[in-house]
T-cell receptor, first 110, second 113 residues
């Protein structure tokens, strides 16, 4: 069964303390991997799409990378405004559905 | 402004009373979908639509219906709501197939008592 697992569930960082979030998936053929940010009480907001192993995307303090089994969202020198839940979603080859992980809740303290 | 609009934002209803949650997008997107979000379970897809008059089941379709009569609208219908359908619901649209970025609505928090 296709599955998407995110770790850690929650992460507390001091402002400026860089770290990484992980998204791993069981492989039945990856068509695309997506990262979203979700603020409390709001809908997810698109960040990145990755399609093939070795691909990287960057936006401000965020950088997403992809291997054959997992993706990382690297956060460099985070600020309190980066606090949110980060969701990973995968589109597998044998389906038209998008499967989401349960997310990593990030809190950045000043 | 490009957006996905859901209504209502909050709804409390009683078991068995039919309800509809509306979803409309102004971006001319072909692909639309409904999700529910529950603590510890993440976002799970209920139904999706690749285009007008084309709908298909997601992972948790039981107890829900949808229709896609126009490209911009994709209502979610609960014919006989039950307490286990208490959840936070999101509508989303994408410009192409599943493999493109999705734009989400603000969510509808439904409580069934």
């Amino acid at each position: 069964e296709d599955q998407v697992t995110q770790s850690p569930e929650a992460l507390r960082l001091q402002e400026g303390e860089s770290s990484s979030l992980n998204c791993s998936y069981t492989v039945s053929g990856l068509r695309g991997l997506f990262w979203y940010r979700q603020d409390p009480g709001k809908g997810p907001e698109f960040l990145f799409t990755l399609y093939s192993a070795g691909e990287e995307k960057e936006k401000e303090r965020l950088k997403a990378t992809l291997t054959k089994k997992e993706s990382f969202l690297h956060i460099t020198a985070p600020k309190p405004e980066d606090s949110a839940t980060y969701l990973c979603a995968v589109h597998f080859y044998n389906t038209d559905k998008l499967i989401f992980g349960t997310g990593t809740r990030l809190q950045v303290f000043p | 402004e490009a957006q996905v609009t859901q209504n209502p934002r909050y709804l409390i209803t009683v078991t068995g009373k039919k309800l509809t949650v509306t979803c409309s997008q102004n971006m001319n997107h072909e692909y639309m979908s409904w999700y529910r979000q529950d603590p510890g379970l993440g976002l799970r897809q209920i139904y999706y639509s690749m285009n007008v008059e084309v709908t298909d089941k997601g992972d948790v379709p039981e107890g829900y219906k949808v229709s896609r009569k126009e490209k911009r609208n994709f209502p979610l219908i609960l014919e006989s709501p039950s307490p286990n359908q208490t959840s936070l619901y999101f509508c989303a649209s994408s410009p192409g197939s599943t493999n493109t970025e999705a734009f989400f609505g603000q969510g509808t928090r439904l409580t069934v008592v």
